[in-house]
């Protein structure tokens, strides 16, 4: 019920080209989505995020897409870099419990020049 | 937005010994949290440390094995105690100004338990 799975597990790219990240939640009390973005020796860094009573959300070459009766969103990274190459957690949390964030497994993105 | 900053980024320590891992925040914050995070894996939680309140604990996380104190709104302390080869992991500290808000990180600590 609070998992959060993830896939895939990593995922090789050519420049310019489309990464697409995937999870998928049971529980339906979820209602914060937020990726992270993490580099070789540093903590995750928020990449973006969406609630529950939106389907899309855009910002700049990244996007979230939100299917709440699939319970399942996606991270779509567009004209992917190879800067881009890092690994990605999905997570949610539920305002009510404090809002501590459950993560999915990661992915690790590779972009090749 | 507000800076974490973690100490030690890593150390390496012997079995049996305990080691104290110190989270600072430059402003006042309510909910810190702290994750273990094994090579390769994701994040798992391991309490929620709240000024003036008793940490919370997840399911497999013991108070005796991890002892957290919160001591203000801008300082805490995760210690591994009686660490073992298993306990060989990044520890990260965490804070949300607010439920459901962005989440900052600590740049880790890398432990090795030899």
């Known amino acids: 019920q609070q998992q959060v799975k993830q896939s895939p597990q990593s995922l090789i790219v050519q420049k310019g080209g489309i990464s697409i990240i995937n999870c998928a939640y049971e529980?339906?009390?979820?209602?914060?989505f937020p990726w992270y973005q993490q580099f070789p020796g540093k903590g995750p860094a928020l990449l973006i995020a969406?609630?529950?009573?939106?389907s899309e959300k855009k910002e700049g070459r990244f996007t979230i897409s939100f299917n709440k009766s699939a319970k399942q969103f996606s991270l779509h990274i567009m004209d992917s870099q190879p800067g881009d190459s890092a690994t990605y957690f999905c997570?949610?949390?539920?305002?009510?419990?404090?809002?501590?964030?459950?993560f999915g497994q990661g992915t690790e993105l590779s972009v090749k020049p | 937005s507000a800076v974490i900053s973690q100490k030690p980024s890593r150390d390496i320590c012997q079995r049996g010994t305990s080691l104290t891992i110190q989270c600072q925040v430059d402003?006042?914050?309510?909910?810190m949290f702290w994750y273990r995070q094994q090579p390769g894996q994701s994040l798992t939680l391991i309490a929620t440390?709240?000024?003036?309140?008793?940490?919370?604990?997840e399911s497999g996380f013991v108070i005796d094995k991890f002892p957290i104190s919160r001591p203000n709104l801008t300082f805490s302390t995760l210690t591994v105690s009686n660490m073992s080869p298993e306990d060989s992991s990044i520890y990260l500290c965490?804070?949300?100004?607010?439920?459901?808000?962005?989440?900052?990180f600590g740049q880790g600590t890398r432990l090795t338990v030899v």
């Open positions: 965490s804070f949300q100004g607010q439920p459901n808000t962005e989440a900052f």
């Open positions: 969406i609630r529950p009573d939106v």
């Open positions: 997570a949610a949390s539920m305002g009510p419990l404090g809002g501590k964030l459950i």
């Open positions: 402003s006042q914050v309510t909910m």
């Open positions: 529980n339906t009390a979820f209602d914060y």
């Open positions: 440390a709240n000024q003036g309140s008793e940490a919370t604990y």
